[in-house]
T-cell receptor
Framework: AAGVIQSPRHLIKEKRETATLKCYPI?????VYWYQQGPGQDPQFLIS???????DKGSIPDRFSAQQFSDYHSELNMSSLELGDSALYFC???????????????FGPGTRLTVL | QKEVEQDPGPLSVPEGAIVSLNCTYS??????FMWYRQYSRKGPELLMY????GNKEDGRFTAQVDKSSKYISLFIRDSQPSDSATYLC????????????FGAGTRLFVKA
């Protein structure tokens, strides 16, 4: 079965640079979520999109922005990178076909961002 | 105080033991309770999903939710070395809310 695809898997950037992370949800999933997971920490919810509209927002810095496109893939844009942005960034997707499937998030393998 | 509290462990048990993992929470609006397993350098994988209070069993795994105590548990029977991973509880309010709050995760080691 197809899973959530994230690219790139690894990214190294310098301070103040910009990074773009991409997420391709499972086919027919209409909701995408972004999480940030620091070393030894739990995933922190950043933002979610449903049918290409922002549906919920968590602890996402103003330097970050995200969108969901017509093909349901999503991109997380991160500008003015700081050392503290180094983390694993996960994308997850779910389907709103039913109340149960809507809460079942399937996670991608993550993008490991290192800011030097 | 975090909305979801989970002991980070580590928890070390011998193979075949019954493992008990727990989370407490403060937001009484949570209705959906999930357990994820995360191996090192991998994304979380959904293990169990429960709506409201009650028990749910799937193979060697049993999830329990006690909304009156704001307490959820995951039991693993006949634990195997391959169960060694970090187990994260997660919760959401459900309808109208997409935000999912995760616990800190408990690192589990099952020794052969």
């Amino acid at each position: 079965a197809a899973g959530v695809i994230q690219s790139p898997r690894h990214l190294i950037k310098e301070k103040r640079e910009t990074a773009t992370l991409k997420c391709y949800p499972i086919p027919r999933h209409d909701t995408v979520y972004w999480y940030q997971q620091g070393p030894g920490q739990d995933p922190q919810f950043l933002i979610s999109f449903y049918e290409k509209m922002q549906s919920d927002k968590g602890s996402i810095p103003d330097r970050f922005s995200a969108q969901q496109f017509s093909d349901y893939h999503s991109e997380l844009n991160m500008s003015s990178l700081e050392l503290g942005d180094s983390a694993l960034y996960f994308c997850a997707s779910s389907s709103t076909q039913s109340e149960s499937s809507y809460n079942e998030q399937f996670f991608g393998p993550g993008t490991r961002l290192t800011v030097l | 105080q975090k909305e979801v509290e989970q002991d980070p462990g580590p928890l070390s048990v011998p193979e075949g033991a019954i493992v008990s993992l727990n989370c407490t929470y403060s937001n009484s609006a949570f209705q959906y309770f999930m357990w994820y397993r995360q191996y090192s350098r991998k994304g979380p994988e959904l293990l169990m999903y429960t709506y409201s209070s009650g028990n749910k069993e799937d193979g060697r795994f049993t999830a329990q939710v006690d909304k009156s105590s704001k307490y959820i548990s995951l039991f693993i029977r006949d634990s195997q070395p391959s169960d060694s991973a970090t187990y994260l509880c997660a919760m959401s309010v459900g309808t109208g809310g997409f935000k999912t709050i995760f616990g800190a995760g408990t690192r589990l080691f099952v020794k052969a």
